[in-house]
């Protein structure tokens, strides 16, 4: 069974930090661009980072650049988010996504996603 599975949500004060996991089983993320992705309560869906199946190239959404950092781990299968300056703002659900491509794409055209975790900032 092909799927991904994110890690490392929880509750944290603003300013503070918190690193997300995202964990493929059944099929090996090599060949795959990674996508982050988050959901606030009452808005869309919106692109937080991504990089490429090398790692070599990385986007972040405006809202984040400078606090997160998208990394990946080919030998654990794993891709990362490390997010640090924490704000109330960033208070959503968390999806890791990922898409037969080398390069990031549009978010319609990932073909696997996992089930998300909760991140919230509040003091």
């Known amino acids: 069974q092909l799927q991904l599975v994110e890690s490392g949500g929880g509750l944290v004060q603003p300013g503070g930090s918190l690193r997300l996991s995202c964990a493929a089983s059944?099929?090996?993320?090599?060949?795959?661009?990674i996508g982050w992705f988050r959901q606030a309560p009452g808005k869309e869906r919106e692109g937080v980072s991504c990089i490429s199946s090398s790692g070599d190239n990385t986007n972040y959404a405006d809202s984040v650049k400078g606090r997160f950092t998208i990394s990946r781990d080919n030998a654990k299968n794993t891709v990362y988010l490390q997010m640090n300056s924490l704000k109330p703002e960033d208070t959503a659900v968390y999806y890791c996504?990922?898409?037969?491509?080398?390069?990031?794409?549009?978010?319609?055209?990932?073909?696997?996603w996992g089930q998300g975790t909760q991140v919230t900032v509040s003091s």
């Open positions: 996504a990922a898409v037969l491509y080398s390069d990031c794409r549009d978010e319609y055209e990932y073909d696997y």
């Open positions: 059944g099929f090996t993320l090599d060949y795959y661009a």
